[in-house]
């Protein structure tokens, strides 16, 4: 077998190892270099854009913390508003119906029955004088 003969086994792995050390500088310092040092900006600027996300999460709980209380305080301020309106509309119908109660209906209820009797007789004349023609 050639390549086990001692008189080129010493050429052939002198050139070997020569050619796999530079390989693997060249490897080493142009190829995996540059990938570790990507590697390393990629996870720094993710570290980042998760800080900044966590940053923005938390201001955004902070807005929805603040809008809950604005909604909260409007609609207490509507709900006491409205409380404020109907208990003053409450005291007014009271008032109301204690003067309509009060008020006497004497007159207006003679001059109204006037009224009904005085166009029952006149229907009453009126359909006496139709049935005599």
Do not use: G
């Amino acid at each position: 077998m050639p390549q086990l003969d001692l008189m080129t086994f010493s050429t052939q792995f002198f050139w070997f190892s020569l050619c796999f050390v530079l390989f693997y500088i060249l490897i080493l310092h142009y190829v995996l270099a540059p990938i570790a040092i990507n590697v390393k900006y990629r996870k720094k600027k993710l570290n980042i854009l998760v800080n900044i996300i966590n940053k923005k999460k938390s201001e955004v709980s902070l807005l929805f913390n603040t809008y809950d209380k604005i909604i909260f305080n409007v609609l207490s301020f509507s709900k006491s508003y409205i409380l404020k309106i109907i208990n003053y509309a409450i005291s007014w119908l009271n008032i109301t119906l204690l003067k309509v109660n009060s008020y006497d209906f004497i007159i207006p209820n003679n001059v109204y029955l006037k009224i009904i009797f005085c166009k029952n007789f006149y229907s009453i004349i009126f359909s006496i004088i139709v049935k005599r023609i």
